[in-house]
C-alpha cells in the first residue's frame, strides 16, 4: 500500500512538472532549451563535431518531450500495476491516459504567451509514452520470468 501512494504522489507530481513546464511563456521555455542546446553544442565543438545549431536545437526540444513522456509511461505503467490489467488492456490504460495528459499539455500551451500546441509534439510525446511503458513490460516480465 505504501509503494502505490508513493507512486500515486510522484505521478502527480510529474504531471504538474509537465504542465509547468507549459505555462512558462515562449522567452523563459526558449532559455531553457537554448541553455542545454548551448551546452550540447559547446561540448560537440570541444570534440570537433560541427552541428548547425538550429537543428541541434530542434532534436533538443524533442528530445525533452520525449523523455518527459517515457517517465510519465513509466510512472503510470507502475500506477496501473496495482490494478491487475491484463496486459493489454494495462497497455492500453497507460497510454491512453498519458495520451490525454499530452493533449492537455499541448491545449495549456495554446494560452500561454509565445507558445503554440502542436498535434505533431502529442505524437512525439506518444513515442516517449511507448516506450516508457515498454520498459516497465520487459522489466516485469523478465522479473516474472525469473521467479517460475
Known amino acids: 500500500m505504501m509503494k502505490k501512494n508513493i507512486i500515486t504522489v510522484v505521478l502527480i507530481i510529474w504531471i504538474c512538472f509537465i504542465f509547468f513546464n507549459s505555462l512558462q511563456n515562449g522567452t523563459d521555455s526558449a532559455q531553457t532549451s537554448g541553455t542545454i542546446t548551448n551546452w550540447i553544442y559547446q561540448f560537440l565543438n570541444w570534440l570537433n563535431i560541427t ?10 526540444r524533442k528530445a525533452a518531450h520525449v523523455t518527459e513522456f517515457m517517465i510519465l509511461g513509466i510512472l503510470m505503467s507502475l500506477y496501473l500495476f ?67
Open 51 to 60: 552541428v548547425d545549431v538550429n537543428i541541434l536545437s530542434l532534436w533538443v
Open 82 to 148: 496495482h490494478y491487475m490489467l491484463s496486459i493489454l488492456y494495462h497497455g492500453l490504460y497507460t497510454i491512453g491516459l498519458c495520451i490525454l495528459v499530452a493533449v492537455v499539455d499541448e491545449g495549456i500551451q495554446l494560452l500561454v504567451p509565445e507558445r503554440y500546441g502542436s498535434i505533431a509534439d502529442v505524437g512525439i510525446d506518444a513515442i516517449g509514452i511507448i516506450f516508457g511503458w515498454t520498459i516497465v513490460y520487459l522489466i516485469v516480465r523478465n522479473k516474472k520470468k525469473a521467479v517460475h
